[in-house]
């Protein structure tokens, strides 16, 4: 598999292609489906309607990679936190007091349509197409659970200097569930998993080092001592001059860059045949036109010759146009 084989270490050309947030909204297909559903959790625990979604771009785009439907925050909801999408407004969560309320025990009982939808997807998908399973990374995940929403972080922030013990106690409990929840994703046929870590930058160093790369670093001692040859891709968006420490110290086999982070300065500092990911600018996938074409262009000759999986720096946005899409698959694929 092209996919994995770059994860490995090997460049390939063209290079494999896939977009975070590949299934969603800006799909009509996917909107069909998610009014069937009702609302996005239900979607999320629905496997037949997960793994339709799931398969949606595959078919439209012939991406390299599938990555699995679901979200980030099913494992906090699957711990027992209560969890809602509200319309337009993004997750909202009641913020986290106790850790003592969470119940690690019933989670792989809450979270098991998903493992079900991971199966019938890789029964699915075309042999040579991966499928990606993922989580959130514990410090992007606990910036949820404690802040109950989306945004600046405020209470994580205050928390992880006023009471650092509570803060640990989270992460602890996020990475020994992280590790059960990935590993039964790849005993159900994921191919390999991706750590979305999307609050990494909001931490100082020390913080970073504690809260964002130790956690990952036993998530993926485990994995690999659980499913060896496993590959792991991390994402730490916004890392900035931590992503050398990230990459070199946390397990994972592969980063994904975001778009203000440039990709021969993140060589430089990563270890060497080390795959990356990333990181067209979303926004340019919006706007089409000259715009994408000379990006995409000069990616591409940036990435030539380097194990590189071409993807955007962060998910797409709902108002891209599929033709867009379209056209950057063109592009890639004529190399
Ligand atoms: O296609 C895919 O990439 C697979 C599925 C996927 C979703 N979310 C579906 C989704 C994945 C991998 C995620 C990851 C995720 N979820 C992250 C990390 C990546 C990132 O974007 O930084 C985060 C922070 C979340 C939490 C989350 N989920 C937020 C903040 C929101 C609201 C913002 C928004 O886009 O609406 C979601 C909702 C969400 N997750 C949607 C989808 C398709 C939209 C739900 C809808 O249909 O209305």
């Known amino acids: 598999m092209k996919f994995l084989d770059v994860l490995a270490g090997g460049a390939a050309w063209p290079p494999p292609l896939w977009l975070m947030r590949q299934a969603g909204r800006y799909l009509p297909e996917y ?3 998610r009014e069937k559903a009702g609302d996005f959790v239900s979607l999320c625990l629905n496997p037949e309607l997960a ?5 949606q771009p595959i078919r439209k785009f012939g991406f390299d990679a599938a990555i699995l439907f679901s979200d980030i925050l099913i494992l906090p909801m ?3 936190q209560g969890l809602r999408f509200a319309e337009g407004e993004g997750p909202r969560l009641p913020p986290l007091e106790d850790v003592g309320l969470l119940k690690p025990d019933r989670a792989a009982g809450i979270y098991a349509p998903v493992i079900e939808t991971v199966g019938r997807v890789r029964q699915s998908l075309p042999k040579e197409t991966a499928l990606i399973g993922f989580a959130g990374g514990p410090a992007t995940v606990a910036c949820y659970m404690l802040d109950g929403q989306g945004g600046a972080f405020c209470r994580t922030k205050r928390l992880a200097y006023e009471r650092p013990g509570f803060v640990r106690e989270v992460l602890e409990l996020l990475t020994g569930a992280s590790v059960e929840y990935l590993s ?3 005993s159900a046929g994921a191919d390999c998993v991706m750590l979305f870590e999307s609050w990494a930058g909001i931490f100082p160093p020390d913080q970073f080092r504690e809260f964002v790369i130790k956690p990952t670093r036993i998530i993926c001692d485990e994995l690999k001592k659980r499913h060896p040859g496993v590959k792991i891709i991390g994402f730490p ?3 900035g001059l931590m992503l050398g420490e990230y990459a070199r110290g946390s397990g994972v086999d592969a980063v994904g860059l975001d778009s203000v982070t440039e990709i021969a300065s993140a060589r430089a500092v990563c270890p060497p045949g ?7 600018d979303p926004l340019l996938l919006k706007l089409g036109g000259q715009a994408l074409e000379e990006a995409v262009k000069g990616l591409m000759e ?3 010759g ?5 993807n955007l720096g962060h998910g797409i946005t709902p108002d891209v146009p599929e033709a867009h899409v379209k056209r950057l698959v063109e592009l890639v694929r004529q190399g």
């Open 306 to 310: 380097y194990p590189h999986i071409l």
């Open 302 to 304: 940036e990435v030539r």
């Open 274 to 280: 080390m795959a990356l990911q990333g990181n067209l």
């Open 237 to 239: 968006r916004l890392a």
């Open 31 to 33: 909107r069909a489906v």
């Open 51 to 55: 793994e339709e979604v799931t398969l």
């Open 184 to 186: 039964a994703q790849v």
């Open 78 to 80: 699957a711990l027992g």
